[in-house]
């Protein structure tokens, strides 16, 4: 599904100088379906009350579900932008990594949807579900 030019290295100097980089976001594996990507449970993704923010988690989501939609379409004609996130938040953590990995639910002309689970990486606990609409523009001129 994604072309063979798509690396993690590519995904990561996307993220150079943004948010993904500044939260330490790491990708980690392109599949025939998926791509992960790992954040760490530290000062820059915590609380106040040392557990993993879930705005941060938010971030991890959004950032694995709008990446493999952008890497399903033609950047040079076409954009997608994120219209809507779902995060439900199940476990809490304190520190280590999370490990993101993004399916697609739904690859169309106009809208893509793409469901995001984040687990502990230290045990595979999961830590939270996330699902992201995207709409899919003309690129403007």
Request: glycine share 10%.
């Amino acid at each position: 599904m994604f072309p063979e030019s798509v690396t993690t290295q590519f995904l990561q100097n996307l993220g150079k100088g943004s948010m993904v980089e500044h939260l330490g976001i790491e990708f980690l594996e392109i599949g025939s379906d998926y791509i992960t990507a790992r954040m760490p449970v530290d000062h820059r993704t915590q609380q106040p009350f040392g557990l993993l923010h879930g705005g941060a988690s938010a971030t991890l989501a959004e950032t694995l579900g709008s990446v493999g939609a952008t890497c399903t379409i033609n950047p040079e004609e076409k954009l997608c932008v994120g219209l809507e996130i779902n995060v439900n938040h199940i476990k809490s953590i304190k520190n280590g990594y999370v490990v993101g990995t993004t399916r697609p639910i739904h690859i169309g002309g106009r809208t893509q949807v793409w469901e995001i689970r984040i687990e502990a990486e230290n045990d595979g606990t999961l830590i939270s579900v996330s699902r992201l609409t995207l709409a899919v523009i003309d690129r403007k001129s």
